[in-house]
């Protein structure tokens, strides 16, 4: 192997391992997250999905409240942004945001002081619903990013005393 493939290899691995631990530092420091459902039954995962990178979760939710995953401040409402429909992001501590897309409904607007736990809306995303977007059913997309870099939703949401499936 030439010292320059060699050079290569050994930043490819500072890189990856510097992902990792950044991956670490976020996990480490961030405070648990609510479930936004009673129960979490994973319809999709995150990830690579369909050729593209699935930025969310989708859970499974049939007309069902939402709730607030933490303490914040909702920084945008849209009834029906393509292509996520009936939108809600808010904006919590340590550069952390939470978005919930498909929702038919929206309790919350934009400037509103949220607790965690609070009911923000109700899912959405079936055939007839107001706020559907790009959706083939009922259910709730949920995004978890820090400093703009999506996050596994799963690996932040407390599941003691929540019913989870896939």
């Given at each position: 192997?030439?010292?320059?493939?060699?050079?290569?290899?050994?930043?490819?691995?500072?890189?990856?391992?510097?992902?990792?631990?950044?991956?670490?530092?976020?996990l480490s420091e961030s405070s648990v997250f609510s479930p936004p459902l009673n129960k979490l039954q994973v319809t999709s995962g995150f990830g690579p999905r369909w050729g593209k990178h699935h930025d969310g979760v989708d859970l499974s939710a049939?007309?069902?409240?939402?709730?607030?995953?933490?303490?914040?401040?909702?920084?945008?409402?849209?009834?029906?942004?393509?292509?996520?429909?009936?939108?809600?992001?808010?904006?919590?501590?340590?550069?952390?945001?939470?978005?919930?897309?498909?929702?038919?409904?929206?309790?919350?607007?934009?400037?509103?002081?949220?607790?965690?736990?609070?009911?923000?809306?109700?899912?959405?995303?079936?055939?007839?619903?107001?706020?559907?977007?790009?959706?083939?059913?009922?259910?709730?997309?949920?995004?978890?990013?820090?400093?703009?870099?999506?996050?596994?939703?799963?690996?932040?949401?407390?599941?003691?005393?929540?019913?989870?499936?896939?």
């Amino acid at each position: 192997m030439s010292i320059e493939k060699n050079i290569f290899r050994i930043l490819e691995e500072i890189k990856k391992s510097e992902e990792l631990i950044s991956e670490a530092i976020i996990l480490s420091e961030s405070s648990v997250f609510s479930p936004p459902l009673n129960k979490l039954q994973v319809t999709s995962g995150f990830g690579p999905r369909w050729g593209k990178h699935h930025d969310g979760v989708d859970l499974s939710a049939v007309d069902e409240p939402v709730k607030s995953l933490a303490d914040g401040v909702v920084i945008t409402t849209h009834p029906d942004k393509f292509p996520c429909g009936g939108t809600i992001v808010i904006q919590h501590s340590n550069g952390y945001t939470t978005g919930f897309c498909h929702m038919q409904k929206i309790n919350v607007q934009v400037g509103q002081n949220i607790k965690k736990g609070d009911i923000i809306g109700i899912t959405g995303g079936g055939k007839n619903d107001p706020g559907r977007g790009r959706s083939d059913g009922k259910h709730l997309h949920l995004t978890i990013r820090k400093n703009g870099k999506p996050l596994d939703p799963m690996k932040f949401i407390d599941k003691e005393g929540v019913l989870v499936g896939s």
